[in-house]
């Protein structure tokens, strides 16, 4: 039983670069998001999608680019790196509803550096 | 006033001691809450979901004051493999499940 896996767990880009940060869970959830986590900043939201073929921004989306072409997967691309997206990387999934028994399943992180 | 606020700490307990969390919300119109514990440098993993009545599992309790708007997580007896980040998580409510998080609560227990 996979949950959620994402690829790659490091990654280091020049500014400028673009790359896909790949997210695919196997438990047929609905919903599925990436957030970013930097020192003393929490999770932020950076996009979401609660089903195939539906997405939509959270709080910090600038910059970063999804697509849900499927149930199972929801990758994260970064259009033109920058320093400022050195962060770690969340995706993460849970059924829809987001009731007492649907709570988040997280991927193990990507740490992205952007030089 | 943000969404969901928590005191950042650190708690510094000794081993076996009891220690509580507190974490406000702003949306009275939340519907579900949880705790996740983040070890450093992992991903958060599911503590326990909060329920209306209260809950426990083994050393940990969970309460939720809908009045108040706050929930609330007591451990006792703490083990040194309890140091760790606690992040409560509430969602928005109001029709939509997109889940709040919470900056987190750091807990470091010493010998």
């Known amino acids: 039983n996979a949950g959620v896996t994402q690829t790659p767990k490091f990654q280091v880009l020049k500014t400028g670069q673009s790359m896909t940060l790949q997210c695919a869970q196997d438990m047929n959830h609905e919903y599925m998001s990436w957030y970013r986590q930097d020192p003393g900043m929490g999770l932020r939201l950076i996009h979401y999608?609660?089903?195939?073929?539906?997405?939509d921004q959270g709080e910090v989306p600038n910059g970063y680019n999804v697509s849900r072409s499927t149930t199972e997967d929801f990758p994260l691309r970064l259009l033109s790196a920058a320093p400022s997206q050195t962060s770690v990387y969340f995706c993460?999934?849970?059924?829809?509803?987001?009731?007492?028994?649907?709570?988040?399943?997280f991927g193990n992180g990507t740490r992205l550096t952007v030089t | 006033r943000k969404e969901v606020e928590q005191d950042p700490g650190p708690f510094n307990v000794p081993e076996g001691a009891t220690v509580a969390f507190n974490c406000t919300y702003s949306?009275?119109?939340?519907?579900?809450f949880f705790w996740y514990r983040q070890d450093c440098r992992k991903e958060p993993k599911l503590l326990m979901s909060v329920y209306s009545s209260g809950n426990e599992d083994g050393r940990f309790t969970a309460q939720l004051n809908r009045a108040s708007q706050y929930i609330s997580l007591l451990i006792r007896d703490s083990k040194l493999s309890d140091s760790a980040t606690y992040l409560c998580?509430?969602?928005?409510?109001?029709?939509?499940?997109?889940?709040?998080f919470g900056r987190g609560t750091s807990l470091i227990v010493h010998p």
């Open positions: 949306n009275s119109a939340s519907q579900s």
């Open positions: 998580v509430v969602n928005k409510g109001g029709g939509s499940y997109i889940p709040t």
């Open positions: 993460a999934s849970s059924r829809k509803g987001q009731g007492r028994d649907s709570p988040l399943h």
């Open positions: 999608s609660v089903g195939a073929g539906i997405t």
